[in-house]
Nanobody, 123 residues
Framework: QVQLVESGGGLVQAGGSLRLSCAAS????????MGWFRQAPGKEREFVAA????????VSADSVKGRFTISRDNAKNTVYLQMNSLKPEDTAVYYC????????????????WGQGTQVTVSS
């Protein structure tokens, strides 16, 4: 059974930092794009960041550029999201995702989803 398990969420003050981790089990994802989405209360789920299989290319939403960094450790089958300079509008449930594709393209899909971890940023 394939599982993506997120950890590292919590409550932090504005301007603070958190590091999310996502550990994959059931199969390896070292040949797959992995990433993060988030969903705030009353809003649609939105893309946050993703990283290709080698870690050589990343993409991120404009709203988090310069503040969030995605990385991966293929030996540990794990992807990370370092979140700095957090803002109250970053409050959301953060979901780890994995694609069946190894590189980005316009038709990329995210086929595996974790259960999510809550991040709350207080003002």
């Amino acid at each position: 059974q394939v599982q993506l398990v997120e950890s590292g969420g919590g409550l932090v003050q504005a301007g603070g930092s958190l590091r999310l981790s996502c550990a994959a089990s059931g199969r390896t994802f070292n040949k797959n794009v992995m990433g993060w989405f988030r969903q705030a209360p009353g809003k649609e789920r939105e893309f946050v960041a993703a990283i290709d299989w080698s870690g050589g290319r990343t993409v991120s939403a404009d709203s988090v550029k310069g503040r969030f960094t995605i990385s991966r450790d293929n030996a540990k089958n794990t992807v990370y999201l370092q979140m700095n300079s957090l803002k109250p509008e970053d409050t959301a449930v953060y979901y780890c995702v994995a694609s069946k594709f190894l590189a980005f393209w316009t038709g990329i899909t995210y086929d595996y989803w974790g259960q999510g971890t809550q991040v709350t940023v207080s003002s």
